[in-house]
């Protein structure tokens, strides 16, 4: 019996060290860059989302909406209050669903996390995320604004923090919000990876082919839906 825990505690252990050392770079990256981004150039990101509002572009305003939303560093928790403070300034509406879904789906550390997989996997991602801002501006303007209906109702968002980065110092204020993503995605992260050696050991390859190999829209259908509990515990931070 402590043979067998022996053995399967080398195991374990080799696979959380393999998997460790290719993904703890890219978190690290992560965490820097989009630390360094916020901290830096965050204001200037959320300034060409204001500067829209001057330009007649109609319905294809969706479209910066959802790239601007893309490069934001904010979390969903930051993202929701700063949607309303836009909405404050008369951001339209189908602008504001493409910048907070685009900026919820993906932010400058997920683009790093996700190079991780590879350059189809990161292109896919990108793509689809903007593509998804921009649906969701585009509904929101076919039923919602095109008919003069108010489609946010942001009152009890106002009163939240939309900037944490308040500190006079710049070194301290980086360091500060270098520590919060540490704090916000360490424990996922490592979880993460121990789950991911959990699955990787002991179940087995045939159960997902059976899943999810078999019926090609079946197991696109299962894995999407796998996916979002994962992704929200683990990326939705």
């Known amino acids: 019996m402590i043979e067998i825990l022996r053995r399967e505690g080398v195991y374990l252990w080799y696979y959380f060290t393999v998997q460790f050392e290719q993904i703890f770079p890219y978190w690290v990256l992560g965490i820097v860059l989009g630390s360094v981004i916020s901290v830096f150039g965050k204001r200037n990101i959320h300034d060409m989302l204001t500067a829209l509002q001057g330009k007649r572009l109609g319905a294809l305003g969706v479209i910066p909406a959802s790239i601007i939303g893309i490069a934001s ?50 292109v896919v991602r990108i793509l689809t995320c903007f593509f998804g801002g921009a649906l969701a501006g585009f509904l929101v303007r076919a039923f919602y604004v095109r008919k003069n209906k108010s489609f946010f109702q942001f009152d009890s968002f106002r009163e939240l923090p939309s900037d944490r980065d308040t ?11 270098i520590w919060r993503n540490v704090r916000a995605t360490g424990l996922y992260f490592f979880f993460g990876i121990v789950l991911s050696v959990l699955f990787q050991r002991y179940v087995p390859s045939g159960l997902m082919t059976y899943l999810f190999g078999n019926d090609e829209a079946w197991g696109v259908l299962m894995a999407a839906t796998i996916g979002v509990p994962l992704a929200r515990s683990f990326g939705g931070w």
Do not use: H, V
Not at 95 to 104: D, K, N, P, Q
Not at 167 to 177: H, Q, T
């Open 73 to 122: 560093p904010l979390s969903c928790y930051g993202t929701i209050p700063l949607t309303a403070s836009f909405s404050e300034k008369g951001i339209r509406d189908d602008w504001l669903a493409a910048f907070m879904m685009s900026s919820i789906l993906l932010n400058p550390q997920l683009i790093i996390y996700s190079a991780a997989l590879g350059t189809t996997a990161l």
């Open 167 to 177: 500190d006079p110092n710049i070194l301290p204020r980086l360091l500060k919000n």
